[in-house]
Nanobody, 123 residues
Framework: QVTLVESGGGLVQAGGSLRLSCAASGRTFSMYAMGWFRQAPGKEREFVAALSRSGSSTYYADSVKGRFTISRENAKNTVYLQMNSLKPEDTAVYYC????????????????WGQGTQVTVSS
């Protein structure tokens, strides 16, 4: 069982940066692939980024590639999402996800989800 708690969301102007953090409970954090999804009002939940258990492999949505970076710090049971050059269309609730066996872009494959953190980018 893993509990995920996101933090770091907020209001930022277009072009600015934010770093989201996701703290995971448990002693086996390094055995989980991690990821981020987001959901904007009136839109479906969409994949943002994923990171393998070792941290050596990553996936990014085309819409964030080159602007967002996912990373993990196993010693702190934490995964991060560094978001640069933010755009108003990045406004959404961002969710941290984890799974023991799945590492990819399909939301229904991830077993554990955080409660979400709001990111709002003003123009």
């Amino acid at each position: 069982q893993v509990t995920l708690v996101e933090s770091g969301g907020g209001l930022v102007q277009a072009g600015g940066s934010l770093r989201l953090s996701c703290a995971a409970s448990g002693r086996t954090f390094s055995m989980y692939a991690m990821g981020w999804f987001r959901q904007a009002p009136g839109k479906e939940r969409e994949f943002v980024a994923a990171l393998s258990r070792s941290g050596s492999s990553t996936y990014y949505a085309d819409s964030v590639k080159g602007r967002f970076t996912i990373s993990r710090e196993n010693a702190k049971n934490t995964v991060y999402l560094q978001m640069n050059s933010l755009k108003p269309e990045d406004t959404a609730v961002y969710y941290c996800v984890a799974d023991r066996t799945y590492y990819g872009t399909q939301s229904n494959e991830y077993r554990y989800w955080g409660q979400g953190t709001q990111v709002t980018v003003s123009s």
